[in-house]
Nanobody, 129 residues
């Protein structure tokens, strides 16, 4: 499975961006999907995840109320709508796929990068103050 994130860019604080992650190969519709971000010099941090059918979504506290994860299995794409962006949201955002969707039921497991099987290259989001 190849994953490619896009949609990053420079935005002012309070603005919005929508990230996309397009998948190719594999069986996208059977995978749980997650978004992580990595600020300079820091580890990957969990942002959001979504079940294979899109019926269940999970968010980090920092994302609740501002970010929305969704997916379109017909387009093999997962999205991250980000609103009310803050300078501290600045990071490289990457998507990841997991075959064992059961891990999404565990807060600890879904937040752990090692739980995911496939990773795409990230897209840079810069939020100016």
């Amino acid at each position: 499975v190849q994953l490619q994130a896009s949609g990053g860019g420079l935005v002012q604080a309070g603005g919005s961006l929508r990230l996309s992650c397009a998948a190719s190969g594999g069986n996208f519709g059977s995978y749980g999907m997650g978004w992580f971000r990595q600020a300079p010099g820091k580890e990957h941090k969990f942002i959001a995840a979504i079940s294979w059918g899109g019926g269940n979504t999970y968010y980090a506290d920092s994302a609740k109320g501002r970010f929305t994860i969704s997916r379109d299995n017909a387009k093999n794409t997962v999205y991250l709508q980000m609103n009310s962006l803050k300078p501290e949201d600045t990071a490289v955002y990457a998507c990841a796929a997991v075959r064992n969707t059961g891990i999404l039921l565990s807060s600890r497991a879904r937040s752990t990068p090692r739980s995911y099987d496939y990773w795409g290259q990230g897209t840079l989001v810069t939020v100016s103050s």
